[in-house]
Protein backbone atom coordinates (compact mmCIF):
# COMPACT_ATOMS: atom_id res chain seq x y z
CA UNK A 1 0.00 0.00 0.00
CA UNK A 2 1.08 3.44 -0.96
CA UNK A 3 -0.06 6.32 1.09
CA UNK A 4 0.58 10.25 0.23
CA UNK A 5 0.31 12.58 3.30
CA UNK A 6 0.18 16.52 2.53
CA UNK A 7 0.60 19.37 4.72
CA UNK A 8 0.95 22.86 4.78
CA UNK A 9 -2.06 24.39 4.34
CA UNK A 10 -4.58 26.87 5.71
CA UNK A 11 -5.20 30.59 5.69
CA UNK A 12 -3.14 33.44 4.58
CA UNK A 13 -4.03 37.28 3.76
CA UNK A 14 -3.28 38.27 0.12
CA UNK A 15 0.35 38.71 -0.77
CA UNK A 16 1.29 36.22 1.63
CA UNK A 17 3.11 32.39 1.27
CA UNK A 18 2.70 29.22 2.20
CA UNK A 19 4.81 25.73 1.89
CA UNK A 20 3.15 22.78 1.11
CA UNK A 21 4.44 19.05 1.42
CA UNK A 22 3.86 15.72 0.51
CA UNK A 23 5.71 12.62 1.88
CA UNK A 24 4.75 9.48 0.01
CA UNK A 25 5.25 6.02 2.36
CA UNK A 26 4.75 2.79 1.78
CA UNK A 27 5.54 -0.19 -0.53
CA UNK A 28 7.90 2.10 -2.91
CA UNK A 29 9.94 0.94 -5.68
CA UNK A 30 10.40 4.15 -7.83
CA UNK A 31 8.82 7.73 -7.95
CA UNK A 32 9.07 9.37 -11.32
CA UNK A 33 6.88 12.52 -11.69
CA UNK A 34 5.03 14.28 -8.69
CA UNK A 35 3.43 17.50 -8.63
CA UNK A 36 0.46 19.42 -7.19
CA UNK A 37 -3.43 19.61 -8.34
CA UNK A 38 -5.90 22.03 -7.47
CA UNK A 39 -9.30 22.56 -7.62
CA UNK A 40 -12.73 24.67 -5.77
CA UNK A 41 -15.84 23.31 -5.23
CA UNK A 42 -18.38 22.82 -8.81
CA UNK A 43 -14.47 23.47 -10.91
CA UNK A 44 -12.81 20.71 -12.42
CA UNK A 45 -8.76 19.78 -10.82
CA UNK A 46 -6.36 21.38 -12.66
CA UNK A 47 -2.55 21.06 -12.70
CA UNK A 48 -0.59 23.51 -11.17
CA UNK A 49 3.31 22.42 -10.57
CA UNK A 50 5.36 19.12 -11.83
CA UNK A 51 8.55 17.88 -11.65
CA UNK A 52 10.29 14.77 -12.91
CA UNK A 53 12.78 12.84 -10.94
CA UNK A 54 15.22 14.31 -12.92
CA UNK A 55 13.87 17.91 -11.34
CA UNK A 56 12.74 18.90 -14.76
CA UNK A 57 9.60 21.58 -13.42
CA UNK A 58 6.18 22.73 -15.60
CA UNK A 59 3.86 25.22 -14.32
CA UNK A 60 0.60 26.42 -15.13
CA UNK A 61 0.36 29.96 -16.41
CA UNK A 62 -1.43 31.49 -13.42
CA UNK A 63 1.28 30.55 -11.11
CA UNK A 64 4.25 31.04 -12.91
CA UNK A 65 6.87 33.11 -10.64
CA UNK A 66 5.20 32.89 -7.53
CA UNK A 67 5.32 29.13 -7.12
CA UNK A 68 8.09 26.79 -6.65
CA UNK A 69 7.78 23.11 -7.02
CA UNK A 70 10.73 20.98 -5.75
CA UNK A 71 11.55 17.21 -4.68
CA UNK A 72 13.74 15.06 -2.02
CA UNK A 73 14.23 12.42 -3.53
CA UNK A 74 15.83 10.80 -0.58
CA UNK A 75 12.86 11.66 1.26
CA UNK A 76 10.20 10.74 -1.54
CA UNK A 77 8.96 13.98 -0.18
CA UNK A 78 7.35 16.82 -2.94
CA UNK A 79 7.26 20.59 -1.97
CA UNK A 80 5.13 23.70 -3.36
CA UNK A 81 6.41 26.84 -2.16
CA UNK A 82 3.54 29.63 -2.73
CA UNK A 83 4.56 33.09 -2.43
CA UNK A 84 2.35 36.05 -3.33
CA UNK A 85 -0.52 34.35 -2.89
CA UNK A 86 -4.02 35.36 -4.42
CA UNK A 87 -7.73 34.76 -3.50
CA UNK A 88 -7.75 32.97 -6.79
CA UNK A 89 -5.34 30.84 -5.56
CA UNK A 90 -7.65 29.42 -2.84
CA UNK A 91 -8.74 25.49 -3.35
CA UNK A 92 -7.77 22.40 -2.04
CA UNK A 93 -4.00 21.45 -3.20
CA UNK A 94 -3.34 17.92 -4.18
CA UNK A 95 -0.42 15.94 -4.66
CA UNK A 96 0.29 13.17 -7.02
CA UNK A 97 2.75 11.36 -7.81
CA UNK A 98 3.56 8.34 -10.56
CA UNK A 99 4.69 5.45 -9.07
CA UNK A 100 5.99 2.26 -9.21
CA UNK A 101 5.67 -0.48 -5.89
CA UNK A 102 8.81 -2.69 -7.45
CA UNK A 103 7.00 -5.30 -9.84
CA UNK A 104 7.17 -2.63 -12.68
CA UNK A 105 3.98 -1.57 -12.70
CA UNK A 106 3.48 2.06 -12.21
CA UNK A 107 0.10 4.26 -11.18
CA UNK A 108 -0.92 7.35 -10.30
CA UNK A 109 -0.96 7.71 -6.43
CA UNK A 110 -3.01 10.94 -4.76
CA UNK A 111 -2.82 12.58 -1.54
CA UNK A 112 -5.63 13.31 0.55
CA UNK A 113 -5.61 17.16 -0.21
CA UNK A 114 -5.18 20.37 1.81
CA UNK A 115 -6.73 23.31 2.11
CA UNK A 116 -5.14 26.61 0.95
CA UNK A 117 -7.53 29.57 1.59
CA UNK A 118 -6.80 33.36 0.50
CA UNK A 119 -8.48 36.13 2.77
CA UNK A 120 -8.35 39.04 4.26
Known amino acids: QVQLVESGGGLVQPGGSLRLSCAAS????????MGWYRQDPGKRREPVATITSGGTTNYADSVKGRFTISRDNAKNTVYLQMNSLKPEDTAVYYC??????????????WGQGTQVTVSS
Open 96 to 109: IADIDRGWGTRNDY
Open 26 to 33: GRIGSIYA
